[in-house]
């Protein structure tokens, strides 16, 4: 079992994919924050902002698929150079839009670049996790997305008021630029050829050598394969991107908050959602080490996550109470990033020579329920002036996905890769 010390070469390059989290979540939902100072100044309707939202969300969907490849076969080194170069050049171009044209050409560049980024990264954790720590990994790297959550609303308020919202979107954006310096110089595709890695570290690391591998990659089967994790992510990711599109704007609206106020608030909702994915990621580990139940240590965690965002939900809909509603979605949060850490986890239990593609296909249903819940919940303002009717979608879905759970199965291994490659690595998958 590899000892906790600090400053190890792994534990300094999780903590570089952290900061990679969250950078890229800042610059996905500064637009939120941001959005009330755009929507006067651009002239911009509710839905055409609900557009502008989800513009970001059809190319990150199909760059979940074709970037995940591209980190399995490139490796995650270039693959992320090239990406955060795009995304970080495409932040800086929506301080620089003009109308609605220009601010969702902005976005899908954006999305382009970010699509491949978590398909990647879950690949580069494959090649330097261990599987008994890989829910761990998946929660504080997610943990931190969520941090750039709850960091971006107040962050980004105090630009727009000292500066401007262009501005503020300029300075995140050359942010991105020194990431992207930072992980050129220290990361390696393969940890054995990092100078700074310890024998002790490499013994515990995955025996098989699977850092950018060019390889034929059954992509039926996989697909199959990966399926109801799809639909699983689907259905948090509707949740999640009604949270960090619109949270905002909703207590701007719905409360008549200040920007100051809804920044406060919807920051403090984000912060619930830094704990989940913590919880979330110690409490799948945790339950593997003690039962060595795979399966009860992701869908357990995951079901668990959905049903406690629906009842956390419920009040939502039923009180006008600033306190209740405040203290309701922070809670509904908590539970739905319970489920991030076993979901993102699982590509790596199911297909670890693979995990880059079955990531990506796991995280297309993330980025197509991008793609709809924007301009559903903008149109439905529009026509029915109710900020919280969106919500009730949401927990139709919530329920729905706690079934769809029941389905991913992480205990049985992709079985086209262990007639390939040999057996699976042990301890990715005991049933």
């Known amino acids: 079992m590899l000892r906790l010390t600090r400053f190890r070469t792994t534990d300094r390059v999780l903590f570089i994919i952290c900061l990679m989290y ?7 939902v500064n637009i939120s924050t941001a959005a009330p100072a755009m929507q006067a100044e651009l002239g911009l309707s509710n839905v055409e902002l609900g557009l502008a939202f989800s513009a970001f969300a059809y190319p990150y969907a199909l760059f979940q698929i074709l970037g995940g490849r591209l980190g399995d076969w ?16 495409a932040t800086i171009m929506i301080g620089f839009v003009e109308g609605a044209v220009s601010l969702v050409i902005a976005r899908i560049l954006l999305g382009i670049g970010e699509g491949s980024a978590f398909p990647t990264a879950t690949r580069a954790l494959s090649n330097w996790m261990p599987a008994q720590k890989r829910g761990f990994a998946q929660g504080i790297t997610h943990a931190f997305a969520r941090f750039g959550n709850a960091l971006s609303p107040p962050l980004i308020a105090f630009l727009v008021i000292a500066l401007s919202w262009r501005d503020s979107f300029i300075i995140v954006g050359l942010v991105s630029f020194l990431w992207v310096v930072l992980w050129w110089w220290y990361f390696r595709d393969d940890p054995r050829q990092h100078r700074g890695v310890t024998q002790e570290e490499l013994e515990a690391l995955p025996k098989q050598k699977i850092a950018g591998e060019r390889k034929r990659l059954p992509w039926i089967p996989l697909l199959k394969r990966m399926l109801p994790v799809t639909m699983t992510d689907f259905c948090y990711g509707w949740m999640l991107w009604l949270f960090l599109n619109w949270i905002p704007s909703y207590f701007l609206h719905q409360h008549h908050l200040d920007l100051k106020k809804s920044a406060f608030f919807s920051a403090g909702v984000f912060l619930a959602g830094v704990v989940g994915d913590l919880v979330g990621g110690w409490a799948s580990d945790g339950i593997l080490r ?3 139940n795979i399966g009860w240590a992701r869908i357990g965690v995951i079901v668990v996550g959905f049903l406690g965002a629906f009842a956390c939900m419920l009040p939502v809909m039923f ?17 739905a990033e319970l489920i991030v850490a076993p979901i993102w986890a699982t590509p790596m239990d199911i297909a670890p020579q693979y995990s880059g593609t079955a990531s990506g296909f796991m995280n297309f249903g993330f980025g197509l329920a991008g793609m709809i819940s924007p ?11 109710r900020w919280d009717l969106p919500f009730a979608a949401s927990m139709v879905l919530l329920l729905l996905g706690a079934f769809m759970a029941l389905w991913i199965r992480p205990d049985r291994p992709f079985r086209e890769e262990r007639k390939t490659d040999g057996a699976a690595e042990p301890g990715a998958a005991t049933a």
């Open 74 to 89: 490139l490796g995650p080194h270039k693959t992320l150079i090239i990406c955060g170069s795009i995304w970080s050049a």
């Open 22 to 28: 969250l950078v890229t979540y800042i610059d996905r």
């Open 375 to 385: 301009v559903v919940f903008g149109l439905t303002i529009d026509l029915t002036g």
């Open 319 to 335: 009180s006008t109470d600033l306190v209740t509603v405040a203290l309701s979605l922070s809670a509904a949060f908590f539970f």
């Open 290 to 292: 003690r039962t060595g």
